[in-house]
Nanobody, 119 residues
Framework: VQLQASGGGLVQAGGSTRLSCTASGSIFRVDDMGWYRQAPGNERELVADISPGGTTNYADSVKGRFTISRDDAKKTVYLQMNSLKPEDTAVYYC??????????????WGQGTQVTVSS
């Protein structure tokens, strides 16, 4: 079981980018999915998460600019990032609560993808 993240890179302030994260392996069910970020010298923080029913939750710093969504058929979560600011620069990690073989529910992390916003 693994989460594979993609997207990000170098973006100018005010620009947009989209992150994707796909779960693969012997997965019976995908529960909550989310995105976290960690900037140098800072702790990892929640950016946004989404429940299986589509209920979303956002950090105050990204509300109105970022949108989280999911495609359960593809076991994929997305993060559309608009109006990017230099302070959004960080490594972004996806996380998913997965029910796997043996009906075990655990949290899994993706490998992290760098987003750098230039001013």
């Amino acid at each position: 079981v693994q989460l594979q993240a993609s997207g990000g890179g170098l973006v100018q302030a005010g620009g947009s980018t989209r992150l994707s994260c796909t779960a693969s392996g012997s997965i019976f069910r995908v529960d909550d999915m989310g995105w976290y970020r960690q900037a140098p010298g800072n702790e990892r923080e929640l950016v946004a998460d989404i429940s299986p029913g589509g209920t979303t939750n956002y950090a105050d710093s990204v509300k109105g600019r970022f949108t989280i969504s999911r495609d359960d058929a593809k076991k994929t979560v997305y993060l559309q990032m608009n109006s990017l600011k230099p302070e959004d620069t960080a490594v972004y990690y996806c996380k998913a609560d997965l029910v796997t073989m043996g009906w075990r529910r655990n949290g899994y992390w993706g490998q992290g993808t760098q987003v750098t916003v230039s001013s």
